[in-house]
Protein backbone atom coordinates (compact mmCIF):
# COMPACT_ATOMS: atom_id res chain seq x y z
CA UNK A 1 0.00 0.00 0.00
CA UNK A 2 2.11 3.08 -1.25
CA UNK A 3 -0.84 5.42 1.00
CA UNK A 4 0.71 4.59 4.14
CA UNK A 5 4.10 6.71 3.73
CA UNK A 6 2.36 9.59 2.39
CA UNK A 7 -0.39 10.12 5.22
CA UNK A 8 1.95 12.18 7.44
CA UNK A 9 2.95 14.17 4.84
CA UNK A 10 -0.59 14.79 3.55
CA UNK A 11 -1.42 15.68 7.19
CA UNK A 12 1.50 17.82 7.56
CA UNK A 13 0.28 20.04 4.82
CA UNK A 14 -2.83 19.98 5.67
CA UNK A 15 -4.35 17.77 2.50
CA UNK A 16 -7.34 15.41 2.87
CA UNK A 17 -7.65 12.72 0.92
CA UNK A 18 -9.96 10.34 -0.06
CA UNK A 19 -8.94 6.44 -1.15
CA UNK A 20 -11.84 4.82 -2.95
CA UNK A 21 -9.96 1.87 -4.51
CA UNK A 22 -11.72 -1.21 -5.63
CA UNK A 23 -10.44 -4.40 -3.82
CA UNK A 24 -10.22 -6.25 -7.06
CA UNK A 25 -7.56 -4.68 -8.65
CA UNK A 26 -3.84 -5.96 -9.31
CA UNK A 27 -1.56 -4.60 -11.34
CA UNK A 28 1.58 -7.11 -12.61
CA UNK A 29 3.58 -4.33 -13.60
CA UNK A 30 6.91 -3.66 -12.24
CA UNK A 31 6.76 -2.09 -8.38
CA UNK A 32 9.78 -0.36 -8.53
CA UNK A 33 8.59 2.06 -11.58
CA UNK A 34 4.91 2.27 -10.82
CA UNK A 35 6.22 3.08 -7.13
CA UNK A 36 8.48 5.88 -8.38
CA UNK A 37 5.51 7.28 -10.86
CA UNK A 38 2.99 7.54 -8.10
CA UNK A 39 5.59 9.03 -5.85
CA UNK A 40 6.06 12.24 -8.43
CA UNK A 41 2.28 11.95 -8.64
CA UNK A 42 2.00 12.73 -4.92
CA UNK A 43 4.86 15.24 -4.57
CA UNK A 44 3.30 17.60 -7.38
CA UNK A 45 0.35 17.11 -5.22
CA UNK A 46 2.21 17.85 -2.22
CA UNK A 47 4.57 20.61 -3.05
CA UNK A 48 3.16 22.46 -6.31
CA UNK A 49 -0.52 22.15 -6.60
CA UNK A 50 -1.34 24.33 -3.26
CA UNK A 51 -4.30 21.34 -3.34
CA UNK A 52 -6.10 21.26 0.08
CA UNK A 53 -7.57 18.11 -1.52
CA UNK A 54 -6.68 14.51 -3.12
CA UNK A 55 -8.76 12.25 -4.42
CA UNK A 56 -7.45 8.67 -5.78
CA UNK A 57 -9.93 6.12 -6.67
CA UNK A 58 -9.15 2.72 -8.71
CA UNK A 59 -12.04 0.85 -10.55
CA UNK A 60 -12.07 -1.70 -12.94
CA UNK A 61 -14.55 -2.42 -16.53
CA UNK A 62 -14.05 -5.55 -18.32
CA UNK A 63 -10.15 -5.75 -19.12
CA UNK A 64 -9.50 -1.91 -18.39
CA UNK A 65 -8.63 -0.74 -14.74
CA UNK A 66 -8.04 2.78 -14.18
CA UNK A 67 -6.31 4.69 -11.52
CA UNK A 68 -7.39 8.17 -11.30
CA UNK A 69 -5.64 11.01 -9.23
CA UNK A 70 -7.40 14.01 -8.68
CA UNK A 71 -6.16 17.20 -6.61
CA UNK A 72 -8.10 20.78 -5.90
CA UNK A 73 -4.87 22.73 -6.66
CA UNK A 74 -4.24 25.49 -8.88
CA UNK A 75 -3.14 23.06 -11.96
CA UNK A 76 -0.58 23.31 -14.54
CA UNK A 77 -0.46 23.26 -17.89
CA UNK A 78 0.80 19.91 -18.69
CA UNK A 79 2.23 20.41 -22.22
CA UNK A 80 3.89 23.77 -20.88
CA UNK A 81 5.81 22.06 -18.23
CA UNK A 82 6.92 19.16 -20.20
CA UNK A 83 9.21 21.33 -22.25
CA UNK A 84 11.19 22.38 -18.96
CA UNK A 85 13.50 19.86 -18.62
CA UNK A 86 14.20 21.03 -15.21
CA UNK A 87 10.64 19.88 -14.25
CA UNK A 88 12.30 16.17 -13.78
CA UNK A 89 9.01 14.83 -11.69
CA UNK A 90 6.87 15.84 -14.95
CA UNK A 91 9.24 13.70 -16.73
CA UNK A 92 8.82 11.03 -14.57
CA UNK A 93 5.04 10.98 -14.59
CA UNK A 94 4.92 11.24 -18.76
CA UNK A 95 7.77 8.74 -19.31
CA UNK A 96 7.47 6.26 -16.73
CA UNK A 97 3.84 4.63 -17.75
CA UNK A 98 5.17 3.98 -21.71
CA UNK A 99 7.55 1.57 -19.77
CA UNK A 100 4.80 0.21 -17.79
CA UNK A 101 2.29 -0.08 -20.53
CA UNK A 102 0.05 2.14 -19.00
CA UNK A 103 -1.98 5.14 -20.57
CA UNK A 104 -1.91 7.76 -18.71
CA UNK A 105 -3.62 11.32 -19.33
CA UNK A 106 -3.48 14.39 -17.46
CA UNK A 107 -6.06 17.06 -17.07
CA UNK A 108 -5.45 20.22 -15.56
CA UNK A 109 -6.72 23.50 -14.85
CA UNK A 110 -6.92 26.61 -12.31
CA UNK A 111 -9.72 24.25 -10.28
CA UNK A 112 -7.41 20.88 -10.50
CA UNK A 113 -5.82 18.41 -11.97
CA UNK A 114 -7.18 14.74 -12.76
CA UNK A 115 -4.45 12.15 -14.03
CA UNK A 116 -5.96 8.89 -15.14
CA UNK A 117 -3.46 5.81 -15.76
CA UNK A 118 -5.09 3.30 -17.79
CA UNK A 119 -4.08 -0.05 -17.29
CA UNK A 120 -5.36 -3.07 -19.97
CA UNK A 121 -5.11 -6.35 -19.24
CA UNK A 122 -4.05 -8.32 -22.19
CA UNK A 123 -3.07 -11.79 -20.25
CA UNK A 124 -6.81 -12.85 -21.08
Known amino acids: QFMEK??????HKKIKYLSNIEPDIIWTLD????????????????????????????????DKQKLIIMDNGIGFNPTKKLHQSSRKGLNIINEVPKL?????????????????????DNSN
Open 6 to 11: WKNALN
Open 31 to 62: KVWFERLFDNVLQNVLYHSEANHLTIEGSKEE
Open 100 to 120: LNLHISIESNESGTKIILTHT
